[in-house]
């Protein structure tokens, strides 16, 4: 049982393990993939107080440095959904599972909006991890709509079990299909059923019969995440705390809301962890 478990491997989640570390509590960092943060991209950054002329990734570098300085590790595992157990939560990261007493959300923003259809039909036919999920469409057909290189790995291991796997990458790639894979263009449009499940995938291309699709995504929607957690303007609500409506769980970073700014993250975290040092002391005495 972790004291906290932090969910996002960006700024504000660095920021959040490096106060943790500091207040000696024991935690761990789902960090998903190292596209979880869009920071990477950015050609230079001005406006980070006391670090001039510097680039996303060599500002990265240096985050990650003293992450390793402090003995903190990073876990490239993607949280895909937390559970409520009442006084503590538990994690489900694909084939692990990690309980925790509180949460710190910091996984970003996600920048690609929602398909029609897809989250009316998620637990009917949608999902987000092929690894969890794939063992109940065996001998089925199934299509992967995957951000990144992670989905080409789903895909292979859904071929094992499906009877058949259409891939369609959002990203550039030189994924070669065999079997019974079958790569697929163009962009995806609309996820289509009947009131009780999925029946097919519509893209700009054509369209395509199927029993269930996965989402690989570089963020996973923060409304998919825990069951209850308030929203407001399609960010995760909370007060200066950075406390969210459900006690135990806090939020930081781009997911909190806007100015997406790593000043805002990188001091969002710093609360965030502080908050949930707070709340674990707390409860630690009664």
Known sequence: MFDAAIVGGGPAAMSAAL????????FIILAGTDKVTGLSKAPNIENYLGINNISGQELISIYEKHLEEMGIEKKNEMAYNILNMGDYFTI???NNFYDAKTIIIATGKARNKL?????????????????CDGPLYRNKTVAIVSENE???EEARFLSEICSKVYYLPLYKTSFTTNGNISLLKGKPISVIGNENKVTSLSTS???IDIDAVF?????????????????????????????TNIPGVFACGDCAGKPFQIAKAVGEGNVAALSSVKYLDKNMEV
């Open 19 to 26: 106060n943790l570390k500091i207040r000696n509590k024991d």
């Open 92 to 94: 489900n990261a694909g």
């Open 115 to 131: 398909l029609d259809g897809e989250e009316q039909y998620l637990g009917r036919g949608v999902g987000y991890c092929a690894t």
């Open 150 to 152: 992670e989905g080409e």
């Open 205 to 207: 291309e054509e369209k």
């Open 215 to 243: 989402f690989i995504r570089n963020v996973l929607p923060v409304n998919q995440l825990l069951d209850g957690l308030e929203l407001e303007d399609g960010s995760i609500k909370v007060d200066r705390s950075m406390a």
